[in-house]
């Protein structure tokens, strides 16, 4: 059964460094998103990305984050200078078109920023 | 008001019960309502989706939609240990794209 796929499981950063997690969406889906869930917290839409433009954003996706689908099977969200409170689980998520109701998680990074 | 409420439990239940989850929202455009399975430190499971008011059933997992009440449900029949997880709602409307809005979930454990 297709499924998403993230890497890397776990990472740990420093404050101020940049990262990147990577996505590789189920291979026949059009549309990706990234979610993250402080823990404890609700999980939370953070983007949503089609046909290389962003779709959507949360008041969360500030200045600080960006997305790239760089080849045509990875999706990858950049945090460029990393807080403590970005720590937390981020997961890719994917849909096909026309079907946004129906998206399928990855099992996510763990990000831990000290 | 919270724009979608689900009660963090434990809710915590004899093998072979009847379970019912529920949240309850405050937007009423939303349109779809999905239900996701979440294990500890893992992502998300799509369990099923509704559009709209009505039932849907698949296995042992119904789901409920009352648009009037702002009310949703989700029912497992013959609940297993394996049942036991977080259980999260979610909810998304046409006019804001594909973004789901979760509910925090309820954690249920199924004791054998």
């Known amino acids: 059964e297709p499924e998403v796929t993230q890497t890397p499981s776990h990472q740990v950063t420093q404050m101020g460094q940049e990262v990147i997690l990577r996505c590789v969406p189920i291979s026949n889906h059009l549309y990706f998103y990234w979610y993250r869930q402080i823990l404890g917290q609700k999980v939370e839409f953070l983007v949503s990305f089609y046909n290389n433009e962003i779709s959507e954003k949360s008041e969360i996706f500030d200045d600080q984050f960006s997305v790239e689908r760089p080849d045509g099977s990875n999706f990858t969200l950049k945090i460029r200078s990393t807080k403590l409170e970005d720590s937390a689980m981020y997961f890719c998520a994917s849909s096909e078109l026309g079907q946004g109701y129906e998206q399928y998680f990855g099992p996510g990074t763990r990000l831990t920023v000290t | 008001q919270k724009e979608v409420e689900q009660d963090p439990g434990p809710l915590s239940v004899p093998e072979g019960a009847i379970v019912s989850l529920n949240c309850t929202y405050s937007n009423s455009a939303f349109q779809y309502f999905m239900w996701y399975r979440q294990y500890s430190r893992k992502g998300p499971e799509l369990l099923m989706y509704t559009y709209s008011s009505g039932n849907k059933e698949d296995g042992r997992f119904t789901a409920q939609v009352d648009k009037s009440s702002k009310y949703i449900s989700l029912f497992i029949r013959d609940s297993q240990p394996s049942d036991s997880a977080t259980y999260l709602c979610?909810?998304?409307?046409?006019?804001?794209?594909?973004?789901?809005?979760f509910g925090a979930g309820t954690i249920l454990r199924v004791k054998s």
């Open positions: 979610a909810m998304s409307a046409r006019e804001y794209g594909n973004k789901l809005v």
